[in-house]
């Protein structure tokens, strides 16, 4: 049986890693702005940006006075292996 809404927080995670992977290091993006370009809503984005940096928390810093995220230093790999992760569970959960 598929759990929609376990697919569903798997792309949304996706996504947000696929727009964080472009932030330069140590360089500050918008909540707005991560939301805008993954097409998800605000609070979702919030969301899901706090639940990846329990999961991972070198990825980056979130500032929730001033919602906006930092990436640092040599996340990339660190993003890939989550993006690697996320894709494979989002399959499996079709399966």
Known sequence: MINISSIHIE???????NILKE????E???LRIIS???KLPKQDTEIIIR???KEFRELG???????TFIRLDST?????????????TSKE???
């Open 51 to 53: 639940d990846l940096l």
């Open 76 to 88: 990339s790999s660190a993003i890939d292996d989550l993006l690697r992760k996320y894709e494979t």
């Open 61 to 67: 810093k979130y500032y929730e006075l001033e919602q």
């Open 23 to 26: 932030v330069p290091s140590n």
């Open 11 to 17: 792309r949304q995670k996706i996504a947000v890693l």
């Open 36 to 38: 805008v370009k993954a």
């Open 28 to 30: 500050q993006i918008s």
């Open 93 to 95: 959960l079709k399966n």
